[in-house]
């Protein structure tokens, strides 16, 4: 994409309670997919990285275990701080987290919702094999919309495509981009070296939106963020050509891919003194 790959990861804040309005939750299979990776330890302490206004944060907060959720937006952790303030056992923090100072071998579960490809993984992946404890689990997902299950949503993939041809590259494109995606994060976590049992799951689920909501879930999306609004208005104008053959609501096929690793022996510390990672 032409926009810098650093300044989308903060498009999001812009339009917080759009975001936390239209923007989906995930299924509940994520739920027991992820804690069948869990140690029992009895306490699961649990870091979120990319909250976002706490979609993901949701789920996992029904477990009743501590949680600290985390974003680069002070608008979006506003809003999940708003939406989950009946779940004392969440805890918020702003910043990066390549950035953060965050204690060693803190977390039994690092989870990352929709974020974690706008993290730089030569920093990201270390950072999270030093911050899990040894055999904790790292669960990275996304949704992603399938257009090529059905002709129509081809269509308006191909409207979108037209408009932003950088989205080419992204997940929703394409099966072959889909399929090299997940490749993608098996090979980094293979390659960082630190984590064992590196498996993906691709959950599937139906999203339904009536036209408009669909048409705002678009706007939230960086790739189109990103763009002059010009064109973001000749795309919504040619998307809302081809609903008028769609059925209201869309049903929107979604796969969620989920990526599980675990983390191996830890190393975050040559000294014992040493008690935070950065």
């Known amino acids: 994409m032409s926009a810098d790959p650093l300044q989308l990861g903060h498009t999001f804040g812009t339009i917080p309670d759009l975001y936390d309005a239209v923007r989906p939750g995930y299924p509940p299979a994520i739920l027991s997919e992820v804690l069948g990776r869990v140690p029992e330890t009895g306490t699961i302490r649990i870091l979120e990285v990319g909250c ?27 809003v999940a701080r708003q939406r989950l ?51 904790g689990t790292l669960a990275l997902f996304w949704n992603f919309t399938h257009y090529d299950a059905d002709p129509l949503l081809g269509r308006i993939r191909d409207v979108c495509l037209r408009h932003v041809p950088g989205l080419v590259g992204w997940p929703d494109a394409s099966e072959a981009r889909f399929e090299g995606f997940t490749d993608g994060w098996l090979a980094a976590l293979r390659d960082a070296g630190t984590f064992t049992g590196i498996t993906s799951t691709v959950i599937l689920s139906t999203l339904d939106y009536s036209h408009d909501r669909f048409q705002q879930l678009l706007t939230t999306y960086s790739w189109v ?21 769609a059925p209201d609501p869309l049903s929107l096929p979604t796969r969620t891919l989920l990526v599980l690793a675990t983390n191996a022996a830890d190393s975050c510390a040559a000294s014992e003194n040493m008690q935070y990672c950065s």
């Not at 963020?225 to 053959?245: F, G, K, M, T, W």
Request: aromatic share 8%; glycine share 8%.
């Open 52 to 78: 976002g206004s706490g979609q993901a944060t949701r789920l996992f907060a029904t477990l009743g275990q501590p949680i600290y959720a985390t974003d680069l937006s002070p608008a979006l952790v506003a």
């Open 85 to 135: 303030a009946a779940f004392p056992n969440v805890q918020f923090g702003v910043g990066g987290f390549e950035q953060m100072t965050l204690p060693a071998r803190a977390y039994d579960l690092l989870v990352s919702a929709q974020a974690f490809h706008w993290v730089d993984l030569a920093v990201g992946l270390p950072k999270a094999h030093r911050v899990l404890a040894t055999g």
């Open 225 to 245: 963020q990103s763009q002059p609004p010009a064109v973001q208005a000749a795309l919504l104008h040619d998307i809302a050509v081809v609903l008028r053959e």
